[in-house]
């Protein structure tokens, strides 16, 4: 055998014939290290890992043609090229024509400084791996597997990022949107079905106007096509003898977690702030709410999120600080905290003082208005969750009226379809069983 050293990284919970191949090819080129991927990386670059690390390990270390296991912590092959110099490094090829190709070239640039080779072995697409890939899909879209998907995710990545989805297509996007950034593989790890996008798509205002059916319509549209853990905005939650039934729907669902916001009465959007009439719950009450939550779910997974709105309502830091020490007394499982000022400064305050006599309650933010904060500056100040509520929607509205001006200003549609997805496109978005 020759004494090269070959270096490989898999990313999988299961091993089909297509790693099986490239484990071959590396075997005829020298001793085997496998990487095994570890969990942080596996949620940006793949999807969630199903086995622990450890049972990836053991399941790679019992194939016979592997030499040695490790575990890459890295996505990108900096640290693993730098400790074990391998004289090639295996790949399939399909990273390419993907955000993918990032990790080829970072490839490509290591081994190019010592003379190493990358080895690209055909990926093996067939009716059996396929089968295999779309099996591991759809087990991670299972009810009891996606629900304890939240509380996985808050122990394996600094900060949840969650993205707002409304519709089939919108979730489809939150799912495989993919982008390489500079040293990372970036993908969102939740998705937000939002009262104010859900009405809106709706053509109606943000009232809790929109009825729990309707909303668990929307989550199914959601559910049917994606993986990702899914957490719904609840609104005020309604009456608590209403709110226990709603919070057992949502778990047999396989929703991840309901945030239900500190309001009582008619509520309205809370970017409105106090332009509108808007009364906050008593601290007495909204506990009681979410102590029959809790006393109602029947997993232990389900999570019940407390939205502080004393920010929004101009009732100041003290206020918030009480209700949330209150809230989590009550049982919540985190809390969010609003704010409608451009600044982020008042939500990092919140936070810091929190933090200072809770340092585990996961704390969502909604950086809609103070969205120049980055994700890193939100996690340095103990946040876990980042939720950007409604810009997909956003994004979405002018593009279709602007299109709808255009062909009625043009008489046709031919000046409009430059800026329109591809017919090819959407057809690849939208996944055929
Ligand atoms: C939503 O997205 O519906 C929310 C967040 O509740 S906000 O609109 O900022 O109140
Ligand atoms: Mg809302």
Redesign the pocket.
């Given at each position: 055998m020759s004494d090269k050293k070959v270096y490989t990284c898999f990313c999988t919970d299961v091993i089909h014939e297509g790693h099986l191949n490239i484990i071959k090819k590396a075997k005829e080129l020298g001793s085997v290290t496998v990487g095994v991927l570890c969990d942080s990386e596996m949620v940006r670059y793949n999807r969630f890992p199903m086995k622990t690390v450890e049972e990836r390990i053991a399941m790679i270390k019992a194939i016979p043609e592997v030499d040695d296991v490790i575990v890459q912590n890295h996505i990108m092959y900096d640290e693993v090229v730098e400790t074990l110099h391998p004289d090639y490094i295996v790949h399939g090829d399909n990273w390419n024509n993907s955000a993918l190709v990032a990790i080829k070239n970072n490839i490509t640039e290591l081994l190019a400084k010592y003379g190493g080779e990358l080895v690209e072995v055909p990926y093996t697409y067939n009716e059996n791996t396929q089968k295999i890939d779309r099996q591991m899909r759809e087990k991670l879209a299972m009810p009891e597997l996606r629900r304890g998907r939240l509380r996985k995710l808050l122990n394996i990545v600094p900060i949840v990022k969650t993205i707002?989805v409304h519709s089939g297509i919108t979730g489809l996007i939150a799912e495989k949107t993919i982008v390489a950034n500079g040293e990372h593989i970036d993908q969102f790890d939740a998705m937000?079905i939002?009262?104010?996008?859900?009405?809106t798509a709706k053509g109606k205002p943000?009232i809790e106007l929109v009825d729990m059916t309707s909303r668990f319509r929307t989550i199914d549209d959601v559910m049917e096509v994606t993986t990702k853990p899914i957490i719904f905005?609840g609104?005020t939650g309604g009456l608590t003898e209403h709110f226990v039934y709603t919070v057992r729907s949502l778990e047999r669902m396989g929703v991840s977690a309901v945030?239900i916001?500190d309001k009582t009465g008619l509520k309205k959007?809370?970017?409105f702030g106090t332009e509108v009439k808007q009364t906050q719950d008593t601290i007495e009450h909204f506990c009681e709410k979410i102590r029959a939550g809790k006393k109602a779910q029947l997993s232990d997974e389900f999570m019940i999120i407390a939205?502080i709105e004393s920010l929004?309502l101009e009732q100041g830091m003290e206020d918030a600080l009480t209700r949330a020490k209150a809230f989590v007394g009550a049982g919540a499982d985190g809390i969010m905290i609003?704010s409608?000022k451009k600044d982020p400064a008042e939500i990092l305050e919140f936070c810091d003082k929190f933090r200072e006599f809770d340092k585990t309650t996961p704390i969502v933010v909604?950086p809609?208005?103070f969205n120049t904060i980055t994700e890193d500056e939100l996690a340095a100040h103990g946040v876990n969750i980042v939720?950007y509520?409604?810009q997909l929607t956003r994004a979405a509205f002018p593009a279709m009226q602007q299109t709808a001006e255009d062909i009625l200003k043009y008489h046709r549609a031919y000046e409009v379809d430059s800026r329109l997805m591809s017919i090819k496109n959407i057809i690849t978005l939208i996944d055929e069983i």
């Open positions: 707002e937000w939002s009262s104010l996008c859900d009405s943000d905005d609104d945030i916001e959007n809370s970017l939205r929004i609003h409608r909604v809609t208005s939720i509520a409604n």
